[in-house]
């Protein structure tokens, strides 16, 4: 298990930025990939960015150019830089953790195969005019 808690969200103005912060607990030698999802009023959850253990990233289409994504192995900490905020842009953003079988240990507690995700209770980023 890991426990996943969110900082860094708020209430911007359009083309403002904000940077959102996700540390990670717990079983944190199992995690093999983290990211960040987003809900909006009246939308589906979506991916917005994630990083995998080996350093590539992806990024959806509607925030390519504008976030970054980064992590921060020594604090299990991963983080969303996000620029030029739009208006809708606004979520509430989750933090996301993929456990993997990273060792002996990690596959006897139920992380080999297809894994576990873990999700944090999310950050509300809100952007205004």
């Known amino acids: 298990q890991v426990q996943l808690v969110e900082s860094g969200g708020g209430l911007v103005q359009a083309g403002d930025s904000l940077k959102l912060s996700c540390t990670a607990s717990?079983?944190?030698?199992?995690?093999?990939?983290m990211g960040w999802y987003r809900q909006a009023p009246g939308k589906e959850r979506e991916l917005v960015a994630d990083?995998?253990?080996?350093?590539?990233?992806y990024y959806g289409d509607s925030v390519k150019g504008r976030f970054t994504i980064s992590r921060d192995d020594a604090t299990n900490t991963v983080y969303l830089q996000m620029n030029s905020l739009k208006l809708e842009d606004t979520a509430v953003f989750y933090c996301n953790a993929h456990l993997g079988p990273n060792d002996y240990f990690c596959t006897g507690m139920g992380y080999g195969g297809k894994g576990m995700d873990f999700w944090g209770k999310g950050t509300l980023v809100t952007v205004s005019s």
């Open positions: 990083i995998q253990s080996g350093g590539s990233t």
């Open positions: 717990g079983d944190t030698m199992c995690i093999s990939a």
